[in-house]
């Protein structure tokens, strides 16, 4: 079956580091891949998506290539701020949206 | 605003009791998912409607129901509650091109 893979958190930066979160997926046919945030006390929201291999995603700084050689769609952002503290999912959709497996999240902790 | 609308945002009751959950998708969207998402357990699935039927099952316990309306509203029904079941409750709705969360309910079983 699917499976997403994430690299264990939490990841503390000091702000105005580079950041990357880590994404490997594992999938039959052709998923689209996802991240999602989550802010303290908030739902999830989309941040960026790719629904074909070497499609880059990005949004807010945040931005990640679907590579399909290495199954893995790493999140980076050259920057961070301490308003980017958060959990970050990578998600993977597959079969027209009806199936997805979310990652296990990683939490984000970004200090001044 | 997600267009994906869950009540209520807040809910607490005492462990043996019954709630409902409810979610309205986003407008158009056929299929709706419910997850649990517990302090130290990340995002669980358990289960999935398309409209009115269900589509997929994941780690939901037997004193977890949900179900379908023809209108595409989803409830999902805890019974038994006990203090484990305290959580976040998200709904998501899915369509063509977007998978969207609502902002979620937070029981409180105690």
Redesign the interface.
Known sequence: GNSVTQMEGPVTLSEEAFLTINCTYTATGYPSL?W?VQYPG?????LLKATKADDKGSNKGFEATYRKETTSFHLEKGSVQVSDSAVY?C?L?SG?????T?G??TKLQVIP | DSGVTQTPKHLITATGQRVTLRCSPRSGDLSVYWYQQSLDQGLQFLIQYYNGEERAKGNILERFSAQQFPDLHSELNLSSLELGDSALYFCASSGVESYTFGSGTRLTVV
């Open positions: 996802f999602y908030e739902g999830l929201q989309l999912f998600a959709f027209g949206y009806q199936k997805v979310f296990t999240g």
